[in-house]
Nanobody, 116 residues
Framework: QVQLAESGGGSVQPGGSLRLSCLAS????????MSWYRQAPGKERELVAT????????HYTDSVKGRFTISRDNAKNTVYLQMNSLKPEDTAVYYC?????????WGQGTQVTVSS
């Protein structure tokens, strides 16, 4: 069955870095645009970054531009989110998302906490 398994979350001090990974299975990964979303306590889920199915195009929300990088390895069915210069406001549960036509899949999420 379809599965998106996130990993790499944790606690880090402001200015630190984390790398999230999302391993996909159960569908044809290289057909799907992949995204990372996040949801902070009391807030709506927001789009953080998206990468096209072939990896040739990316999009970032303004608050993470220049700090976060999304990438994918279609041979490994994995999408990554490299997060640098982390800020307390980046604290959230981060979710992996796959989208192709009407098909949309979500992972269970991984917690990222940025605190001194």
């Amino acid at each position: 069955q379809v599965q998106l398994a996130e990993s790499g979350g944790g606690s880090v001090q402001p200015g630190g870095s984390l790398r999230l990974s999302c391993l996909a299975s159960g569908f044809t990964f290289n057909y799907y645009a992949m995204s990372w979303y996040r949801q902070a306590p009391g807030k709506e889920r927001e789009l953080v970054a998206t990468i096209r199915s072939d990896g040739t195009g990316t999009h970032y929300t303004d608050s993470v531009k220049g700090r976060f990088t999304i990438s994918r390895d279609n041979a490994k069915n994995t999408v990554y989110l490299q997060m640098n210069s982390l800020k307390p406001e980046d604290t959230a549960v981060y979710y992996c998302n796959a989208r192709y036509l009407i098909n949309i899949y979500w992972g269970q999420g991984t917690q990222v906490t940025v605190s001194s």
